[in-house]
């Protein structure tokens, strides 16, 4: 099992920043890719963005493209998303998400990472 711990959530306003983390245990964390998601209330889980083993392939979701970044560091356990210019659409409950079988054709589906977060409440207010 992969525990998958998401930290810095918030409320903040429109135009501010946040960093999410998401903090891994209890499996080889450079052999999975690595993906964020959100849900809003009463919507389904969507793709956020995702980040390949190395790190070296990242993926974003149009909504988000130019204002969030996803990394990792591999020797922390650790994957971030910084969020900035942050709009009231963003608010949603953002998940982490790791995955080994995790390829450029399948990033963007849940059904591609067997280990998931809590979530982190990220609120924007306009």
């Known amino acids: 099992q992969m525990q998958l711990v998401e930290s810095g959530g918030g409320l903040v306003q429109a135009g501010d920043s946040l960093r999410l983390s998401c903090a891994a245990s209890?499996?080889?964390?450079?052999?999975?890719?690595m993906g964020w998601f959100r849900q809003a209330p009463g919507k389904e889980r969507a793709f956020v963005s995702a980040?390949?083993?190395?790190?070296?392939?990242?993926y974003y979701a149009d909504s988000v493209k130019g204002r969030f970044t996803i990394s990792r560091d591999n020797a922390k356990n650790t994957v971030y998303l910084q969020m900035n210019s942050l709009k009231p659409e963003d608010t949603a409950v953002y998940y982490c998400?790791?995955?080994?079988?995790?390829?450029?054709?399948?990033?963007?589906?849940?059904?591609?990472?067997?280990?998931w977060g809590q979530g982190t409440q990220v609120t924007v207010s306009s």
């Open positions: 980040i390949s083993q190395s790190g070296y392939s990242t």
């Open positions: 998400a790791a995955g080994r079988a995790f390829y450029s054709s399948n990033y963007g589906r849940v059904a591609t990472y067997e280990y």
């Open positions: 209890g499996r080889t964390f450079s052999l999975y890719g």
